[in-house]
């Protein structure tokens, strides 16, 4: 989806002394004094173990059809078919889970699956709250109307609407500063395939997660613009490039 966004200032230097003193890290002592509690979704279990996501004890792939995930997710979806910067996708919304799965019309694959986190209170926002409002209001809003409560397992972390702490920051890679990935690997006879998790987080102090989901490692251009590109490419100066050019035997050179 997907999706950027969310003070405990006067108590900082406190917590940093305390940090140093007993040796627990500085976010987890936030998650506490915020009043945090960590707990997995106990209605909607999601624990990925591997590249397999566990679903109230079903395993399921973000390398299957999306078939297996309405069947276990159950019948209780809006489905909107919409565009996203390159592909046409059909989006199957959970309201009363605050979930959505993306799927690729094109070549039926799962592009993302993702859960709608709460969202600090104090964080910088685009959209007020009244403008989100209106949003959900329409009858074919591709947002989620609901938020996903308490939290999901990711190898053995819980992660939810929480401050980052440190197992999430030694588990997840730093993409930017609001952005943090998890590659999913298979373990030995999974038959999925690896996808990534990626956490968005607000920037309050302290950084809270606000958004996270599941997506699979396709292409960001589709063939067709690959297509256009390189005749676009081929068809320009810079064709018999000993570096850049190559492919271009097939697309006579512009006049």
């Known amino acids: 989806m997907h999706m950027l966004q969310k003070k405990l200032a006067l108590f900082l230097p406190l917590l940093l002394c305390i940090s140093c003193s007993n040796g627990q890290s500085t976010a987890k002592q936030d998650a506490e004094a915020e009043g945090f509690v960590k707990k997995i979704n106990q209605q909607h279990q999601f624990k990925v173990h591997g590249c397999a996501i566990n679903y109230n004890g079903t395993d399921l792939y973000m390398s299957s059809g999306v078939e297996p995930w309405l069947k276990a997710l159950g019948k209780n979806y809006r489905k909107v078919e919409s565009v996203d910067p390159i592909n046409r996708i059909n989006i ?38 009244a403008e989100i409002e209106e949003e959900l209001k329409k009858p074919d809003t591709e947002q989620v109307r609901t938020i996903f ?10 992660v939810g609407a929480y401050p980052m702490h440190d197992e999430i920051r030694n588990k997840f890679r730093a993409e930017t500063r609001v952005s943090y990935n998890y590659t999913a690997d298979c373990n030995d006879n999974q038959q999925g395939e ?14 809270v997660i606000d958004y996270m989901y599941f997506y699979n490692y396709f292409d960001i251009i589709s063939d067709e613009e690959k297509e256009r590109q390189r005749k676009e490419f081929c068809e320009g100066p810079d064709r018999d490039d000993p570096i850049i050019g190559g492919g271009c035997e097939n697309y006579p050179l512009k006049k």
Not at 101 to 110: G, S
Not at 149 to 158: M, N, P, S, T, Y
């Open 149 to 158: 409560k308490d939290a999901i397992e990711v190898d053995g972390v819980l």
């Open 92 to 129: 199957y919304i959970y309201d009363d889970i605050g979930v959505r799965l993306v799927e690729r019309i094109a070549d039926e694959k799962i592009a993302s699956f993702g859960f709608r986190l709460e969202r600090p209170a104090h964080d910088i926002r685009k959209e007020t709250d």
């Open 194 to 207: 690896s996808f990534g998790v990626e956490l968005s987080t607000s920037f309050n102090d302290p950084e």
